[in-house]
């Protein structure tokens, strides 16, 4: 199994666009609304340095752990959806040289008290487009993907915001 895109260069421009949804590692791009892993990429070799802490607070498909694994970086991976966690899961047994530890964990974005104060070097993450697509198919009452008002949706966010602030390291990126 190749374990890095062919042909990858950082990007250098504000405008990205990948014809290719991964093609390495265990990624797959089966999993509504995912981020293609050269984005994730991008952001993880820009934002971070290997052995950083890195969290996903929505972790989806699992693309932004494999992708940490790969690069030798540390995550902490949440999702309120059990289908979630389970692909991520899954999508982490590959083989690989670093020594990456990944810290998976089924819980609300919005109240992440395992986490310490500070304790996060990169936060990057992908959050529904509101209700455009449902992950949960309302299965999930507390799914942000449920919520039909942009207002009530933002409130949300702003939940999650607070939450990502408080654990991210001062001086870091999110």
Same mark, same amino acid.
């Given at each position: ?11 250098? +421009? ?23 892993? #050269? ?7 820009? /934002? ?15 693309? %932004?752990?494999?992708?940490?694994? !790969?690069?030798?970086?540390? !995550?902490?991976?949440? *999702?309120?959806? #059990?289908?979630? !966690? &389970?692909? %991520?899961? $899954? ?16 819980? *609300? +974005?919005?109240?992440? $008290? ?14 529904? /487009?509101? $209700? ?6 309302? &299965?999930?009452?507390? *799914?942000?993907?449920?919520?039909? +008002?942009? $207002?009530?949706?933002? *409130? ?12 991210? =390291? =001062?001086?870091?990126?999110?």
């Amino acid at each position: 199994m190749k374990l890095h895109p062919e042909n990858f260069e950082l990007e250098c +421009s504000t405008v990205w666009s990948f014809p290719r949804r991964g093609n390495w590692a265990t990624h797959k791009s089966d999993w509504r609304g995912n981020w293609s892993p #050269e984005v994730a990429r991008n952001l993880i070799l820009r /934002y971070s340095k290997e052995k950083d802490h890195l969290l996903d607070c929505m972790v989806g498909g699992g693309t %932004t752990a494999i992708e940490a694994k !790969i690069l030798d970086r540390h !995550i902490t991976c949440t *999702d309120i959806n #059990e289908e979630s !966690i &389970k692909r %991520t899961q $899954d999508s982490l047994n590959f083989e690989t040289t670093t020594n990456a530890r990944q810290r998976i964990k089924l819980c *609300d +974005s919005r109240n992440l $008290d395992f986490i310490k104060d500070e304790e996060i070097d990169f936060i990057l993450t992908h959050p529904p /487009y509101a $209700d455009i697509i449902k992950y949960s198919d309302g &299965k999930i009452e507390s *799914d942000l993907s449920n919520i039909h +008002s942009i $207002d009530d949706f933002a *409130d949300e966010m702003e939940k999650v915001a607070k939450e990502l602030h408080r654990v991210l =390291k =001062k001086g870091k990126y999110c």
